[in-house]
T-cell receptor, first 115, second 116 residues
Framework: EDQVTQSPEALRLQEGESSSLNCSYT??????LFWYRQDPGKGPEFLFT???AGEEKEKERLKATLTKKESFLHITAPKPEDSATYLC????????????????FGKGTLLTVNP | GAGVSQTPSNKVTEKGKYVELRCDPI?????LYWYRQSLGQGPEFLIY????????DSGLPNDRFFAVRPEGSVSTLKIQRTERGDSAVYLC??????????????FGPGTRLLVL
């Protein structure tokens, strides 16, 4: 069974204080790893997809990296508007039963950036 | 519209009642997904449609839950004999589909269901 564990559960930063969020995963075969941002009362907003170990993607103050066991979301010089819950999800190759397309999510990391 | 839309945004019902939740995907997206998110948890997969057919319904918790997509666009999630444990946010997502090579699922705002 696919498993995704995110840490820490909550993180409080001062504006400008860089940090990283962790996503550890266990899948039979990784098809893709996805990062989403979710604001209170809203649906998840897509950030990145990573497909293979060593891959990196960047968007503004965010950078996502991937290894064979985990992914990191690095936040450089965060601003208060970066405050949100960050969700990690995996999509796995399924060789018997089920589809290749469903996402298995972690519980998320609640990030708060204080001004 | 530009994104996935879901109606109603909020639904309050009584235990034992029947509810329908609607999802309108992004135009041109052939794949549609339903997820359920409880407080403090990540979204949990329910069902996946490719076109009009349910390609994977392995996440539906029991036979009180049913979903349809008769014309390959709008989908309805139906819950019979609702229970208090069904209270959650029901999220819909869509993507271009398996032949596109584009796997990204785009989510709607969700329907917040409260069963009293």
């Amino acid at each position: 069974e696919d498993q995704v564990t995110q840490s820490p559960e909550a993180l409080r930063l001062q504006e400008g204080e860089s940090s990283s969020l962790n996503c550890s995963y266990t899948v039979s075969g990784l098809r893709g790893l996805f990062w989403y941002r979710q604001d209170p009362g809203k649906g998840p907003e897509f950030l990145f997809t990573l497909y293979s170990a060593g891959e990196e993607k960047e968007k503004e103050r965010l950078k996502a990296t991937l290894t064979k066991k985990e992914s990191f979301l690095h936040i450089t010089a965060p601003k208060p508007e970066d405050s949100a819950t960050y969700l990690c999800a995996v999509q796995a190759w399924r060789y018997s039963g089920g589809s290749n397309y469903k996402l298995t999510f972690g519980k998320g990391t609640l990030l708060t950036v204080n001004p | 519209g530009a994104g996935v839309s879901q109606t109603p945004s909020n639904k309050v019902t009584e235990k034992g009642k029947y509810v329908e939740l609607r999802c309108d995907p992004i135009s041109g997206h052939t794949a549609l997904y339903w997820y359920r998110q409880s407080l403090g948890q990540g979204p949990e997969f329910l069902i996946y449609f490719q076109g009009t057919g349910a390609a994977d319904d392995s996440g539906l918790p029991n036979d009180r839950f049913f979903a349809v997509r008769p014309e390959g666009s709008v989908s309805t999630l139906k819950i019979q004999r609702t229970e208090r444990g069904d209270s959650a946010v029901y999220l819909c997502a869509s993507s271009l589909g398996p032949t596109s090579g584009q796997e990204t699922q785009y989510f709607g705002p969700g329907t917040r269901l409260l069963v009293l």
